[in-house]
């Protein structure tokens, strides 16, 4: 049942995204995208403590926000919560290489599907 109210949160999240992601700006910047990484890592480490921590909700709903919802919205916002569960840890050098690795690693294999995308697409229109 769980996968239901996940999904139904992802819907929700993704129609959110979408939305403020259509908010005209013109800069050369992705600001929307920012705006929304931000706002969805301050939801999600809000929620986190002030409801999942103290279990104010049923499990399916908090997976609905929490995973669902906010995780569609975007997935910065659990990469900046482990992070920051890290530091609280105490685990400063997990924190900094999950944090490095992540930005390393999320670049090269975007530029690295999008290489091997432009290939794939030059070959079927040639």
Do not use: H
């Not at 690295?112 to 794939?120: A, F, Q, S, V």
């Amino acid at each position: 049942m769980s996968y239901i109210f996940v999904g139904i949160g992802g819907v929700i999240g993704s129609i959110l995204r979408f939305i403020v992601g259509q908010i005209p700006f013109d800069y050369d910047f992705p600001l929307q995208t920012l705006g929304i990484n931000i706002a969805g890592s301050f939801i999600l480490g809000w929620f986190t403590s002030a409801i999942i921590k103290k279990q104010k909700l049923k499990s399916e709903y908090t997976a609905a926000i929490g995973t669902g919802m906010i995780g569609s919205f975007t997935t910065l916002s659990t990469l900046s919560l482990d992070t920051v569960q890290l530091l609280i840890a105490g685990s400063p050098v997990p924190a900094i290489s999950y944090v490095v690795g992540s930005a390393v690693f999320g670049i090269s294999f975007a530029y690295l599907g999008m290489k091997i995308g432009e290939r794939k697409w030059s070959k079927s229109n040639a």
